[in-house]
């Protein structure tokens, strides 16, 4: 947030060596006037310019400082709501406002400047009502997701939030479990994606998880089974339309050359990897590499076409899948090909 800036009362009086300042003299062919003469238009001149381009006698107008003083009060309630507890959450945890003032603040800087991530085919998504959005999973941290949400938060043009399923291993970890629901995470399963999508909510899922997430770097952009197609049947039961969505530059953040499945034993973790940096560097090794991202969303499938028992029909759940499977892989390749560097 930047803050207002207050230019200061200044004029020639305040100015050192204004005091000495030498009196103006008139050009050769000038006439003192007497009092109460007009000066004619054509001798008007303008003052000479003083500090920060002013002219002397006269400054620019302030900048209103109301603009600071409203953010200002805006930060304060904030801070009274979160210390009196008088601010909402959803039945999941999700809590807006939290999310629009303080998460999405820490995480564009990384969108933005950092993955520099470019979006595309954001008007894919529907202005209104539930819809699933389907979307590759890599980079061995879950740095995808969390930028996937930044991308349809700050560029849908109906200012849509993005709810997404995560893993069982999130909400056991401290802290992440608290930050995940806050930012509407919730347990990736079929009774909380169906809840979502009926009171109209857009649902995040990325259905290779672990082994997309996971997988060593000679495997990049190969994209992992999509699980037993349980998405498109929550999809189609809501009759919500699916969304494919495909990510290029997470791959390359974390170049996964090992497993050690000793430590991810050991841990508890479905994986323990091993990158150039990590754990050679420590703290430094977790680093992502600042690779250029591009997130493309897809032209939607639809669902409420078929009828209540498809979502039983495990034919056309196998095809559905298959389908949006083979437009996210796709598209993955076409988006590889227009990259000119990983790194620009």
């Not at 952009?221 to 999509?226: G, N, V």
Request: hydrophobic share 40%.
């Amino acid at each position: 947030m930047a803050d207002a800036k207050v230019i200061p009362f200044d004029d020639d009086r305040s100015r050192p060596g204004a005091a000495s300042r030498p009196p103006r003299r008139r050009g050769a062919g000038s006439r003192r006037r007497s009092a109460g003469e007009a000066t004619p238009v054509h001798e008007v001149q303008p003052l000479p310019a003083g500090r920060d381009g002013e002219r002397d006698g006269e400054r620019e107008p302030q900048e209103d400082d109301g603009g600071l003083q409203a953010r200002l009060a805006g930060g304060l309630a904030f801070l009274r709501r979160r210390l009196t507890g008088e601010y909402e959450v959803d039945d999941f945890g999700y809590d807006a406002e939290l999310t629009d003032q303080v998460l999405m603040s820490v995480l564009r800087p990384v969108y933005e400047k950092y993955f520099r991530v470019e979006v595309k085919g954001v008007e894919n998504i529907p202005s209104e009502g539930g819809a699933l959005i389907v979307a590759n999973h890599s980079g061995t941290l879950p740095l995808d997701a969390l930028m996937m949400q930044v991308a349809v938060h700050d560029n849908h043009p109906a200012g849509r939030h993005l709810r997404l399923l995560a893993a069982d291993l999130v909400f056991v970890l401290p802290v992440v479990n608290e930050l995940a629901r806050k930012l509407g995470h919730t347990l990736a399963c079929a009774e909380d994606a169906a809840r979502l999508l009926d009171q109209g909510e857009l649902v995040g899922v990325m259905p290779e998880g672990f082994k997309g997430l996971g997988k060593p770097f000679g495997d990049r952009y190969k994209l992992q089974r999509f699980g037993r197609g349980g998405f498109v049947s929550t999809a189609l039961r809501a009759g919500a339309p699916i969304v494919p969505c495909s990510i290029v530059g997470a791959e390359e953040i974390y170049p996964m050359i090992g497993n050690s499945r000793t430590l991810a034993r050991l841990l508890g973790f479905p994986y323990f990897p091993i990158t150039p940096t990590f754990p050679w560097l420590g703290p430094l090794g977790v680093m992502p590499l600042p690779t250029k991202w591009t997130i493309q969303f897809g032209e939607p499938i639809p669902t409420d076409g078929y009828p209540p028992e498809a979502a039983e029909d495990p034919m056309l759940m196998f095809n559905l899948t298959d389908q949006v499977r083979e437009q996210i892989q796709h598209t993955l390749y076409k988006l590889l090909v227009q990259r000119r560097s990983v790194f620009f």
